[in-house]
């Protein structure tokens, strides 16, 4: 059984976990993280007071870690190792800048709190990032049916990914109004609508899906038309769920307000791709696919125009992160020798 925690430690978490915050400007998400990371050394540290921190502390807790495993039961991965011994390498440093503990901990202890080479190595290595071809998305998106309010509205949601690749978040705090289906435009006010960081992102409709703009079109025609929603109203309104005296709940037109969470979305296009018979995708993976198909062969200000579609703030992140190429199509990049297997999309 773990001890109680020590009233004293939590409060240097929390002071630390506030300056992360409001000086350093880290998300809440991010910050419950590293909340995390400072619980799991606590714990395993046996709740001793911070302030007699000794290096053997960090790498007993590196060894720690190399055996750990998650809740799978599988061993930590090496990018969640380094998430954990980053949190505390920031920690450390930032408790020998506090009073009262400058003449106990060293800034130089904090770098006790790294991963072996190889194994920071790893842990930067890019994972392979699965992602549907051009093709896959749009027979997906030609099986889903739209002959009910609830069927046009979830093949809006996934022509939109199609078309902009916009990240899940924002895309469920749309108002009708951010869209503007003459110009080809979504626009994203952080002010309005949930964006990464904070930043304005104006996203524009990729080329090679009008099929996904018509069904766009035609669901915001209906929410005009016959839902008579206004421009401050929800883009895609979540599924109202009424008492039934017989049946207990069933599903009955639409709220006029968002869905709370993601999780729709990605039931969504999960079901989508598997009505096609094809591998589940979620939806963060339409991101990838229009990074990889449009970095193939453009110029570079295309790509700064893709980057700047996806919200990059750096090109290199769109090229480090979703510009990945396939095994064979680097074959067939370095030798100029081509095979059927290459031809993508």
Same mark, same amino acid.
């Given at each position: ?53 000794h290096i053997e502390w960090a790498m007993g807790f590196r060894t720690h870690l190399e055996k750990a495993k998650g809740t799978t039961g599988k061993p930590l991965s090496k990018s969640t190792t380094r998430a954990i011994m980053a949190t505390l390498r920031e920690f450390t440093l930032w408790l020998s800048q506090q009073d009262g503990f400058r003449s106990r901990i060293r800034a130089s202890d904090a770098e006790y709190f790294n991963l ?13 990032? &699965? ?5 896959? @998305?749009?027979?997906? *998106?030609?099986?889903? $049916?739209?002959? #009910?309010?609830?069927?046009? !509205? ?88 009424? &008492? ?5 709940? @069933?599903?009955?037109? *639409?709220?006029?307000? $968002?869905?709370? #969470?993601?999780?729709?979305? !990605? ?79």
């Open positions: 059984m773990s001890k109680q925690p020590k009233e004293k430690n939590e409060r240097l978490k929390r002071r630390f976990v506030d300056y992360r915050k409001y000086a350093r400007q880290l998300s809440d998400k991010t910050l419950d993280r590293e909340l995390a990371a400072l619980e799991r050394f606590d714990v395993w540290n046996g709740r001793q007071d911070f302030d007699k921190f072996s080479r190889r194994d920071e190595a790893e842990a930067r290595a890019a994972p392979a990032r &699965p992602a549907p071809s051009i093709k896959q @998305a749009k027979r997906a *998106f030609e099986m889903m $049916p739209a002959t #009910s309010p609830r069927e046009m !509205r979830d093949k809006a949601v996934f022509a939109l990914l199609c078309l902009t690749g916009i990240r899940v978040g924002a895309l469920i705090s749309l108002r009708i109004r951010h869209v503007d289906l003459d110009e080809k435009s979504v626009t994203q006010n952080p002010r309005e609508v949930a964006t990464k960081f904070g930043k304005r992102i104006d996203t524009f409709f990729a080329k090679g899906f009008p099929e996904a703009e018509a069904a766009l079109r035609a669901w915001i025609t209906y929410l005009d038309e016959e839902a008579l929603y206004g421009p401050d109203d929800p883009l895609f309104p979540s599924t109202a769920i009424a &008492p039934q005296s017989n049946t207990g709940f @069933a599903v009955e037109g *639409f709220d006029r307000r $968002p869905w709370k #969470s993601t999780e729709p979305v !990605r039931k969504i296009v999960n079901t989508a791709f598997q009505a096609a018979k094809l591998d589940s995708f979620g939806p963060h993976a339409f991101r990838h696919m229009l990074a990889r198909h449009a970095t193939k062969d453009c110029t570079v200000p295309e790509l700064v125009a893709i980057a700047q579609n996806l919200g990059h703030s750096d090109v290199l992140t769109t090229l480090r992160s979703y510009g990945q190429i396939s095994r064979e199509r680097q074959r067939a990049l370095i030798t100029g020798e081509s095979g059927d297997d290459v031809l993508e999309d």
